[in-house]
């Protein structure tokens, strides 16, 4: 069974920083990614790490301020935002996808399976 248990959101004024953390227990497919719904809005992918390569992928929205990384030892996903926005004000979920990473622009990336609960971020202006 896979867990995985976000942690890291809090509030910061615009252009500020935070890192969230995705650690997973259990068996985790090669791609994990990080997703963020606002309220009213659909839920969009942000960023994805193929974790075998290393390779990644990130919406064009947060491309060049996010960065999404791994410590395979410690079995986590971070993902480090700088120069925050309050249109990034969202849950932020981690989810595993074992059909592959999705790299297609949109933000609609299917077949991820696994969950975590989310973590809040609100960035003030």
């Known amino acids: 069974q896979v867990q995985l248990v976000e942690s890291g959101g809090g509030s910061v004024q615009a252009g500020g920083s935070l890192r969230l953390s995705c650690a997973a227990s259990?068996?985790?497919?090669?791609?994990m990614g990080w997703f963020r719904q606002a309220p009213g809005k659909e839920r969009e992918g942000v960023a994805n790490i193929y974790t075998v390569s290393g390779s990644t992928y990130y919406a064009d929205s947060v491309k060049g301020r996010f960065t999404i990384s791994q410590d395979s030892a410690k079995n986590t996903v971070y993902l480090q935002m700088n120069s925050l926005k309050p249109e990034d004000t969202a849950m932020y979920y981690c989810?595993?996808?074992?059909?592959?990473?999705?790299?297609?622009?949109?933000?609609?990336?299917?077949?991820?399976?696994?969950w975590g609960q989310g973590t809040q971020v609100t960035v003030s202006s």
């Open positions: 259990g068996y985790t497919y090669n791609c």
């Open positions: 989810a595993t996808n074992p059909y592959g990473c999705p790299r297609v622009p949109g933000g609609n990336w299917p077949g991820f399976v696994y």
